[in-house]
Structures are given as C-alpha cells and as structure tokens.
C-alpha cells in the first residue's frame, strides 16, 4: 500500500507560478512511474505530466507543455509540479498517483487525495 500527500496547492494570479509536492511512503519509490492529474469542476479528470521510474522521461499534455515541469526526488520520495506562467484554465484539483510498474504511460495503482489549484485572473 502506497500512500501519497499532496501540497502546495492555492491562489494564484494569471502568469504566476506554483509548485506542488507529493510525498508518498514505501521503500520502493524509485522503482514507481509517477503521475500528475487534474479535474476541474464539471469536467472529467485529466493527464497533465508523468516521470518514468529512472527519471529520465518525462510526458506532458499538450496544454501544459513548456509551462509546467514533472521532476523526482527519491531521496526525499516526493514528485514535484513546478508549474509557471499559469491560467485560469488551469484551475482545477491535482491529484498525484503511482504506477507500480514504473513506465508512468499504464495503469496508476495509487492516489492521493488532491490539493487545489485557483488562478484569477
């Protein structure tokens, strides 16, 4: 059983930036495929980035590209979101998950419980 806490969520003017962090237990974080998801109110949960297991590759929605960076640390077991230059359309509640098998491109096993993301405008 995995178990992931995500922080770093708020209010936020157009343009500016934040960083979301997940922290999630188990004494085998390297080997995880690590994702970021979103779900704005009325709308159907959503990929924004993934990190494979070695970190090496990363995946971004086309939306997000270029604006927000995926990024591990396994030392401390947590995956960050820095995310930059952000928009209204990228309020939403983002949600961290864990795909055992490391690719970050199958099914995710585990996820947190969200942390919500206002931008103004």
């Known amino acids: 059983q995995v178990q992931l806490v995500e922080s770093g969520g708020g209010l936020v003017q157009a343009g500016g930036s934040l960083r979301l962090s997940c922290a999630a237990s188990?004494?085998?974080?390297?080997?995880?495929?690590l994702g970021w998801f979103r779900q704005a109110p009325g709308k159907e949960r959503e990929f924004v980035a993934a990190?494979?297991?070695?970190?090496?590759?990363?995946y971004y929605a086309g939306s997000v590209k270029g604006r927000f960076t995926i990024s591990r640390d396994n030392a401390k077991n947590t995956v960050y979101l820095q995310m930059n230059s952000l928009k209204p359309e990228d309020t939403a509640v983002y949600y961290c998950?864990?795909?055992?098998?490391?690719?970050?491109?199958?099914?995710?096993?585990?996820w947190g419980q969200g942390t919500q993301v206002t931008v103004s405008s």
């Open positions: 998950a864990v795909d055992e098998a490391g690719t970050a491109k199958g099914v995710y096993d585990y």
């Open positions: 188990g004494q085998t974080f390297s080997t995880y495929g």
């Open positions: 990190i494979r297991w070695s970190g090496g590759t990363t």
